[in-house]
Structures are given as structure tokens and as C-alpha cells.
């Protein structure tokens, strides 16, 4: 059975895409990308499952086209240094398991003992007033196949109310993406005129091929994405277009 393709529509007044190569600064790359359209397709319905035996399916993007030019603005930025932790780590926190261990947004190295902790200012070379038309296929897992039109179905119907299990956004949480299912039959709006060779584009930041969990370490793949006429076709993962990482063993 051939998966159908879902079609968004996404807006919004800021955007980052960082690229990776880039650890201090945050520059974006010009348009979005597969890993940050997976997201918004995963905010709106996906079925998290600790137990990867028992996910269900994954989001494939496919196209991506431009209905907006690029715009770039520079912000800067008050970040904290420490990572959040994990889900797991919260949990125990929640429970009682262990102490709770807080992220200081102000503190001196002579308060914490490390010059790690604490905010610092970032420069942000963001994109501003961002469009996009987004097309992506759910995958079903082995065993899940007979799922797929149910799966689809349940999709559309969140869509098209607007709901999501939390906030799209684009790229960064405090940038949020607004989101409209393109039906079919409808008008659509061409894309901008504009080809653009990117160059190496981060393709995703996890192991695609497999039913993972929130646990996973990174898995970053890579493509050469090029923009003609306003579109990005975008390569399945299993292509050998994508470059891919090797995933680190616990």
C-alpha cells in the first residue's frame, strides 16, 4: 500500500536552522530544513513509544517548497550554557529518585564554581517572515503496514483542527510555526522564482532507518540539496544521496 502524501502549509516571523559545523554562533541556513519539517509533521501526530517495538511509523519529507525568499535578521540572544536534561532525569527528579539540580540563568563562576553554568549573548543570524509548503508520507514500521490508512486518516483530521501534541516551531522553540493542511483539490500558490545550490545540508540528527526513542544518541546525516524554481526535493533517508553518521553504541 503506497502512502499518500500529506501536504502543510507553515508560516511564521522567525526562523533558525542552525547550521551544525557552527558551535558558538547560530547561523541558519537559508531554508528549512528535512530535520526541522519532521518535527512540525511529529508535533501535529506521532506516536512516541518507549519501547521501539511498538512504534508504529515514522515521518518521511519528500518536497519542500519556498513561498516566502529568504530574509535573514540578526538577533542576539540570552542563552543558558548547560543542556537540558533528559526525560529520564526529570522523572527521577519528579519521583524523588534524586535531587533536583538546577539550571542557573544568573550565577557567577565564584557562586557555582565553574565558568559552564549560567546565561551568556549569542549573535543569531535568524530568517525572518519564513513560508513554506511542506510534503511528507508516513512510513509504518514492519508489522504496521495494514495501519497506514488509519494512520493517515487520523492525521488529517488533527490537521485540519488545528491540533498538535505541543507547538510547532522552526528550529528553536521560541520561534513557533503556524501550520494549515492543503487539501488536495484546492489552489495552491507557486513557489517563489528562486534556484540556489546549497551545498551540504543537514538531513537529520537521528537514525532514521530504525524505531528509535528520546534516549538515542545523535545520528547526524547530510545531503546536497539544490533549490530550482522554489523546490527542494528531498532524498529518502535509505538513499544513497543521504550521507549518513554512525551511530555511537552505549
Known amino acids: 500500500m503506497k502512502p499518500r502524501e500529506q501536504v502543510l502549509e507553515v508560516w511564521g516571523g522567525f526562523a533558525c536552522f542552525s547550521r551544525p559545523e557552527l558551535k558558538v554562533e547560530r547561523f541558519s541556513y537559508p531554508v528549512i530544513t528535512p530535520s526541522a519539517a519532521r518535527g512540525i509533521y511529529d508535533a501535529i501526530y506521532c506516536k512516541p513509544n518507549k519501547d521501539p517495538t511498538k512504534a508504529e511509523f515514522r515521518w518521511q519529507v519528500t518536497r519542500i517548497e519556498l513561498l516566502s525568499h529568504p530574509s535573514y535578521i540578526a538577533l542576539r540572544r540570552n542563552e543558558v550554557k548547560e543542556k537540558a536534561p533528559s526525560e529520564r532525569t526529570i522523572l527521577q527528579w519528579a519521583s524523588g529518585q534524586t535531587q533536583p539540580e538546577p539550571i542557573w540563568a544568573d550565577a557567577t563562576k565564584?557562586?557555582?564554581?565553574?565558568?559552564?553554568?549560567?546565561?551568556?549573548?549569542?549573535?543569531?543570524?535568524?530568517?525572518?517572515?519564513?513560508?513554506?509548503?511542506?510534503?511528507?508520507?508516513?512510513?509504518?514500521?514492519?508489522?504496521?503496514?495494514?495501519?497506514?490508512p488509519a494512520l493517515e486518516a487520523q492525521f488529517r483530521r488533527r490537521a485540519a483542527n488545528g491540533k498538535c501534541i505541543y507547538q510547532p516551531y522552526f528550529g528553536c522553540r521560541e520561534f513557533p510555526a503556524y501550520f494549515e493542511l492543503v487539501e488536495r483539490d484546492t489552489p495552491q500558490e507557486a513557489p517563489v522564482p528562486l534556484d540556489m545550490d546549497i551545498g551540504l545540508m543537514l538531513y537529520d540528527v537521528f537514525d532514521l532507518s530504525r524505531a528509535g526513542t528520546s534516549e538515542d544518541e545523535p545520528c547526524i546525516s547530510l545531503f546536497r540539496p539544490k533549490v530550482e524554481k522554489g523546490v527542494m526535493n528531498v532524498p529518502d533517508y535509505d538513499s544513497d544521496d543521504v550521507l549518513k553518521g554512525v551511530r555511537r553504541q552505549r
Not at 543569531?124 to 503496514?145: C, N, Q, S
Request: aromatic letters at 10%.
Open 110 to 148: 565564584d557562586f557555582t564554581g565553574t565558568a559552564d553554568k549560567g546565561r551568556t549573548q549569542r549573535q543569531t543570524m535568524a530568517l525572518k517572515d519564513v513560508h513554506y509548503r511542506l510534503h511528507a508520507e508516513i512510513r509504518p514500521w514492519t508489522g504496521f503496514e495494514g495501519r497506514l
